[in-house]
Structure formats: structure tokens, C-alpha cells
């Protein structure tokens, strides 16, 4: 067969080494350049960063100071950090310890070989509605490369009543189903298995999970834990469907609270503890009760704290069994990964494509037996059939362009990760270990320990996220005013038991698009947008940078920055740009220098015209007191009550309306 420009393809065998060319045993790519060590590496850090000189000893000589890595360590809360260099010696024993694929303590994975094809299961959510869409989108997805279906059943979603006819197409021995039916959990597996029967299906060859979350849906609803429903359809598995899980783990339920991956891994272990506690006390086997469940974990655009924690999480989960003596086989944990709820995004939407993206990727070199990716418009709506399109092609994608799956854990033997998935392992053990003592999980919700637990969690992440320095691209940073967000069908309203909720619902972007629609309510009222007039003092390239921060940070509130731009240094021309901003607030933007040698007489000249407010970009510390300065906008400032006391100046009320 001819291939290229009309040459054939030679055989292995005519393909001949020349004579003066001699492999070498063992290739050592780094054998041409001389060894460094760790010294070394601080030395030229401490160099670049011109922050730490070395300290010096009484002879003279000059040693490599060991605080550059402290001061360049990054902490993640819960005693774990992130160092800015991991060499052997931070890793070497773990990566011994971490095992082979398929095998305990299955931090490698489940899996021992590949499947054929290679890859995770393609899991999509279906929770619309209206059933002949929920119907076409189903087998839109199973034509296009979705292996499994999660169905979410109930109120505001599928109708239980309406699985014979939303999964009269699915092969239910090929395709596993997934349900998600809260207080209908027991309807709907039986509607589930009635439909198996009346399509012929072998009980044996019966694929999926019924979905029994008593935990989940107890902290959903805020209602009294009730097992029992779970306990009978394990028992049910076991005796008449031995390939279908009961029972779902769900962590993203904490995940979606704010909670960090500690937090998650440790109350999912204790989620599922107290299942097997159940399940073992109502007369199943160990090895039973560990092949009912399956885990649900979030995965976010951190790839490196998703593929840590996805890992770290077969980990406990194998000690879990050693402890309990389940055989080895069924000590691997059963993973689910979707895509976090948390950063997903209602105001420019479309970088959500790019958050799963890498949040997918995370679970696939994770290891996840299954990845759900949400479509990047669920924060605007029910999503429409691009949006599903993209999600199942975002998977299609890594496994068969990106080649992602034909590796197993090829985070493996990397000193980071290593690492960091030995320190999660530790501080979710502990937090695991804090629930127990507290009684378990049931105890411990009701004492408000979980609850205390992940809202400080979350209070230090909002934090970050106010200051800034937690960015959310395209809502805090490089935000979109002139937008034009696409149209979704409402979402059905929560009902009055997920109000009940034992946890909040949380999101990363909620209080700056909060903002950005009080602001837009406005902006329609006047048919204007209100705005902050930046004042740019000196030339473009030297105010630039500030000015560029400002901008930022005004317009992630929905607030309009014009400027004067190129200044020429008279103020009166900068006076006459701000009277024809339409605004009352300022900002200065320029240098220290300029600063001193303008801001006090430029704010007498700006109050003079009109300006009620005026900020200054940059720290109190960097310029001093200047009399007609209200207040200062820096790095790590709080950007809320900035926006805040802006809206105020401009006469904006609470509600979004003239106050």
C-alpha cells in the first residue's frame, strides 16, 4: 500500500542500521551535564528573586540560605503545603510504597490492564424534565461516545414513572445506569429492574447502580437519616443482580458545601464506613457490603489536588478494608469523578468549557473508573444539545486525540504528587478519624461538626477569592461587560426539601455575579452603566500596570472604567475628562512618583468638579496619607467592600435600585 508521496512503507526487515552508528546500553539524557544538588538550586533562586541574601558565616564564605523554600511554599490549609522544588529524596520511599496498578493499596488504580478500548467510562447526567428531550438527548449521547447514564429522578427532574420510557432504547446489559432518586430511590429501582425483566435482560448481566444515597439525600434535604431503603436493595444486588451496586457515596454533597479535598475524602470514608456498619449488621459479608458502593468524587480545574486526592482516596479506602478484612480484590475502590459545581461559572460561561477540560483530565490521569463532565452552561439553565455535545467530546477528546488512557496512572513515580497524595492520604485519615470519634457521620452532622468543619474551609476560600488572589477568569479577572450570555430554559426551582439543606450550596464566582447583576439591573434602568473614571497620571506604559489592576477589579463589579489615557501632565486636562465620565468616582492611576508630586492637588481639582469618591491604586503603606484619598485598591485588598462602597457612592442600594 502506498503511503505519502507515492513510496511504500519498508518492512522491518529492510530497514538497516549503518555501520559507524552503535546504540548505547542505557541512554542517560542528563549524562552530558555536570550534577547539581539542592544548594545549587537555591543559591540561583535566591539570586533571581533578589529577595533573601545569603547569610554569611564567620570565615566569609557564603551558604545558600534553606528559608528560599519556605518563603516560596504555598499552603493549602490542613498542614499541607506545596513545596517549590520536589527532588527524590521528598518522594523516594512513597514511590515505593504506592505498589503496581490493579493491586493494594490501588493508589495506581484499579485496574491491572487495559479495557478494550482504553479508557474510563463516558458517564452523562440526564436530569431534564421534559421527557422526549431527556429521551433524544440519551441516545444522542449513547451514538456518540457516552458508555453509561446517570439519570437523576424525582421532582424537577425525570419522573420516575417515565423510566420504561426514557430507557426503552438502552442496552441495559451494555450501557450502566446510574439512578439518582432521592426519597424515590425504592420506585425507582423497582421500575428499574421491572424494565430489565421485561426486556429480556439475564439478572446477572444487569448493569449500574441504584443509586441509594441516605446520606446524600439526608444533607440535601435536611431530613432524618433513614438506611433502610439502602440496605434492602444491597441485599437485593447480592442475591439477584450480582453486577449492580446499591449504594452511591457521594462526596461532592460536601464538595458542593466548600469544602476542601480533606474534607471531602474524610466524610466520604466516614459516609462509607457507616454504610458498611449497616450493611454488615443486616447480615452481609464484608466483601459484599464493600462491592455495594461506589464513590463519588468532584473533580476541579486544581489538576494536581484532583489527581492527588482521587488517589489518596483508593488509598484509605484499601486500609478501610484491611481493617475490616475484606479480601484484597474487593478493596479497590469504585470511582465516579464529576466535574465541580463550585467553579463553575453563570457569567462567561464558555471558560467553563476550559475548567472541565482540565478538570477531566485531572480524573482521567487519576484514575476514575467513571467521569461525568457538567455541560458549561448548567449555571444559565437545563442545558441545550452543543453544550452536551462538548461535554462528551471533551472526554472523546483526551482519550482518543489526547491518547490519555493508554497510560496507567501516569502520575505515577512523580515526586509532587507522590507527595502531595501521601499528605492528603494523612489529613483526611485524621479528619476520617475526628468524625469516628465523634460517632460517625450521622453524629457528627447533627453536632455540627461537619457543618463548623467546612464552612471555615470555605470562609478561608472565600477569602482568597474576595482579595483576588484565587482568580476566577472571567468574573474577578478579565471580566466581559458587553457580554451577551446565551438563552437556556429555566432550571425547575428548587423544591422546599433541598431548601432544608443540613449544608449551603456554594460557588466560587456567586458574590462578584451577585454584584454584576445588581450592577446590570441598573445599567438597563438608565440605559448606562455605572462607572469609575480612572485618572492615568504620567505616560501610558508607566501608569499601565495599575491602571490595568484597577480596571480588573472595577469591571468584575459591572462597573464601566473610562479614563482620560495619554496624559501630557496638566491636570486640567484630566479634570475635563473625568466632568465627561458621567460618573462621581476616581481613581488614580499612575506611579509612586506621581503620586507624590500630583494626587493631593489633583483630588482638590477632581472633588472641585464633581467627585465624590476617589480611590488610589496602590497600598496606604506605598503612598502615605493624602487628604482627599477615600480609600486605596491594591493587590490582596478586600474587592467586595471596594465594589461595595463604590455602589454606595453612586447611590446604588441593596436591591440593585437607587437607594
Not at 403 to 426: F, I, K, M, N
Not at 550 to 572: I, V, W, Y
Request: proline fraction near 6%.
Amino acid at each position: 500500500m502506498e503511503q505519502g508521496h507515492g513510496r511504500e512503507s519498508p518492512t522491518t526487515a529492510e530497514v538497516t542500521q549503518p555501520e559507524d552508528v552503535t546504540a548505547p546500553e542505557a541512554l542517560a539524557l542528563a549524562g552530558d551535564f555536570p550534577e547539581v544538588d539542592r544548594d545549587q538550586w537555591r543559591e540561583l533562586v535566591t539570586t533571581a528573586l533578589r529577595s533573601v541574601r545569603p547569610p554569611t558565616t564567620g570565615s566569609g564564605t557564603s551558604k545558600p540560605p534553606r528559608l528560599i523554600e519556605d518563603a516560596l511554599r504555598t499552603s493549602l490549609g490542613n498542614g499541607i503545603d506545596l513545596a517549590p522544588l520536589y527532588v527524590a529524596e521528598d518522594a523516594d520511599a512513597l514511590v515505593r510504597g504506592v505498589g503496581v496498578p490493579g493491586l493494594p493499596p490501588f493508589v495506581r488504580g484499579r485496574r491491572a490492564g487495559y479495557t478494550d478500548p482504553p479508557g474510563w467510562d463516558v458517564r452523562a447526567r440526564h436530569a431534564h424534565p421534559d421527557v422526549p428531550v431527556t429521551c433524544a438527548a440519551i441516545a444522542a449521547d449513547l451514538d456518540h461516545g457516552v458508555t453509561s447514564l446517570w439519570l437523576v429522578l424525582g421532582e424537577g427532574a425525570v419522573p420516575v414513572q417515565a423510566i420504561p420510557e426514557v430507557l426503552t432504547e438502552v442496552r441495559l446489559d451494555v450501557a450502566p445506569v446510574v439512578l439518582q432518586a432521592g426519597p424515590e430511590t425504592a420506585g425507582a429501582a423497582d421500575a428499574f429492574f421491572e424494565l430489565a425483566a421485561a426486556g429480556g435482560v439475564e439478572p446477572a448481566a444487569l448493569l449500574g447502580n441504584l443509586g441509594a444515597d441516605p446520606f446524600g439525600d439526608a444533607i440535601r434535604s435536611g431530613t432524618e437519616l433513614d438506611l433502610t431503603v439502602a440496605v434492602t436493595l444491597a441485599r437485593r444486588c447480592r442475591d439477584e443482580f450480582p453486577a449492580m451496586r446499591a449504594i452511591i457515596v457521594d462526596g461532592t454533597v460536601f464538595h458542593g458545601a466548600g469544602a476542601g479535598a480533606v474534607e471531602e475524602l474524610g466524610a466520604s470514608l466516614a459516609s462509607g464506613v457507616a454504610y458498611l456498619r449497616a450493611l454488615t449488621d443486616a447480615g452481609l459479608d464484608v466483601d459484599s457490603a464493600f462491592g455495594a458502593l461506589e464513590f463519588r468524587y468532584s473533580a476541579s480545574a486544581d489538576q494536581f489536588l484532583t489527581i492527588a486526592a482521587l488517589r489518596a482516596a483508593r488509598r484509605l479506602w484499601n486500609r478501610v478494608g484491611e481493617v475490616s478484612g475484606a479480601a484484597p480484590e474487593t478493596r479497590g475502590q469504585r470511582q465516579h469523578a464529576v466535574t465541580s459545581s463550585v467553579m463553575m461559572t453563570r457569567r462567561d460561561p464558555w471558560v467553563n468549557m476550559l475548567r472541565t477540560t482540565v478538570a477531566c483530565f485531572a480524573a482521567g490521569v487519576g484514575g476514575a473508573d467513571a467521569v461525568t463532565v457538567a455541560p458549561f452552561d448548567t449555571e444559565l439553565g437545563l442545558p441545550d444539545a452543543f453544550a452536551r455535545r462538548i461535554a462528551r467530546n471533551t472526554q472523546t477528546l483526551l482519550m482518543e486525540e489526547g491518547h490519555l488512557a493508554r497510560v496507567l496512572d501516569p502520575a505515577g513515580g512523580s515526586w509532587y504528587v507522590e507527595a502531595l497524595t501521601d499528605q492528603l492520604a494523612a489529613a483526611a485519615w485524621d479528619w476520617f478519624t475526628e468524625i469516628e470519634r465523634a460517632g460517625g457521620l450521622a453524629s457528627a452532622m447533627s453536632a455540627g461538626l461537619i457543618a463548623e468543619r467546612i464552612g471555615s474551609v470555605w470562609a478561608d476560600r472565600r477569602d482568597g477569592l474576595v482579595q483576588r488572589t484565587e482568580v476566577i477568569t472571567g468574573v474577578s479577572e478579565f471580566p466581559n461587560l458587553t457580554e451577551k450570555l446565551p438563552v437556556r430554559a429555566p432550571a425547575p426551582p428548587a423544591t422546599s426539601a433541598s431548601v432544608r439543606s443540613a449544608l449551603p450550596v456554594v460557588r466560587a464566582a456567586g458574590d462578584f455575579e451577585a454584584l454584576r447583576d445588581r450592577v446590570d439591573i441598573v445599567a438597563a434602568e438608565r440605559n448606562a452603566r455605572p462607572a469609575v473614571f480612572l485618572a492615568t497620571l504620567g505616560s501610558i506604559a508607566a501608569s499601565a500596570v495599575r491602571a490595568s489592576f484597577a480596571t480588573n477589579l472595577f469591571q468584575s463589579g459591572g462597573l464601566e472604567t473610562p479614563s482620560n489615557g495619554r496624559d501630557d501632565g496638566q491636570d486640567s486636562a484630566i479634570v475635563s475628562a473625568f466632568a465627561g465620565s458621567g460618573t462621581s468616582v476616581v481613581c488614580l492611576c499612575g506611579t509612586d512618583e506621581a503620586y507624590g508630586q500630583r494626587a493631593d492637588a489633583l483630588s482638590d481639582e477632581l472633588a472641585a468638579a464633581g467627585a465624590t469618591q476617589i480611590w488610589i491604586a496602590d497600598s496606604a503603606d506605598a503612598t502615605g496619607d493624602l487628604t482627599r484619598i477615600d480609600g486605596h485598591v491594591f493587590p490582596g485588598c478586600d474587592a467586595l467592600a471596594v465594589l461595595g462602597a463604590v455602589l454606595d457612592a453612586l447611590g446604588l442600594g441593596n436591591d440593585g435600585g437607587e437607594s
